[in-house]
């Protein structure tokens, strides 16, 4: 059977990694975060004191890196820095609310997509980010751009925190999130954007088996 790739592409929060998820283990294929490579350096770059804005250094940094992304036995990934489990540390808001800096900047970016193409070579893979219809695999056979509204997506947020028992502020999660739309649109390079012939799927009023079962169906039709 075909190994094909899927792209998933949409704004933050719009729920990319929890249907990318489920996609690939239906298929069997490899799931691939592109959002925690950009988190991993960006999370490196605040511990080991690095100017965010500061491209040059950024780029020695990243050589320095080397990014795993690993399945463990109940099946949820995680994250290494040279064999280091940062899969926690790449969470936190201070990194969520930097991750969008650290990403805009080409050196870092080239490096990251060289890496994403290296992982998506053999085909039988499900990825997700911003840029991965657009430019990261410009040849999937299947290109989704996920969207729902910021409110939907705060909330969708929130409750996901106070189910873990995080402390959450729904206004404050909307002007974080829409900071981070406006800041991965805007960029220069390989800024969030819907490649012409990805599917559009609206997810606001739909849940997670329903938006699932639409990819399914672009699989489907495609096999
Ligand atoms: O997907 P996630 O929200 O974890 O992504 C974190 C950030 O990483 C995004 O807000 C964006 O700045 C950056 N990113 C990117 N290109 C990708 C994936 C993520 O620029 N392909």
Do not use: C, W
Request: no cysteine; aromatic share 4%.
């Amino acid at each position: 059977k075909q190994q094909l790739s899927i792209a998933i592409d949409g704004p933050a929060a719009a729920g990319k990694s929890t249907v990318a998820k489920i996609v690939a283990d239906k298929l069997g294929y490899l799931y691939i975060d592109t959002g925690a490579m950009y988190r991993a350096v960006t999370f490196q770059a605040i511990r080991k004191d690095v100017n965010l804005e500061d491209e040059v250094s950024l780029q020695q940094l990243v050589e320095k890196m080397d990014i795993d992304l690993r399945i463990a036995n109940n099946q949820s990934q995680h994250v290494y820095i040279n064999d280091e489990d940062v899969t926690e540390q790449i969470r936190t808001h201070e990194v969520t609310n930097n991750v969008s800096i650290v990403a805009k900047h080409k050196h870092v970016r080239e490096e990251m997509v060289a890496r994403q193409r290296v992982l998506a070579k053999r085909g039988g893979v499900v990825m997700d980010g911003r840029d991965i219809g657009t430019h990261v695999l410009p040849n999937a056979e299947i290109k989704v751009f996920l969207l729902a509204s910021v409110d939907e997506r705060a909330h969708r947020r929130h409750a996901e925190n106070l189910s873990k028992g995080f402390n959450s502020d729904l206004e404050k999660l909307k002007e974080e999130i829409a900071r981070r739309d406006k800041l991965d649109s805007e960029r220069e390079i390989a800024p969030l954007q819907k490649a012409e012939d990805a599917k559009e799927i609206d997810t606001t009023s739909l849940n997670i088996d329903q938006v699932v079962e639409k990819i399914m169906d672009l699989v489907h039709q495609n096999e």
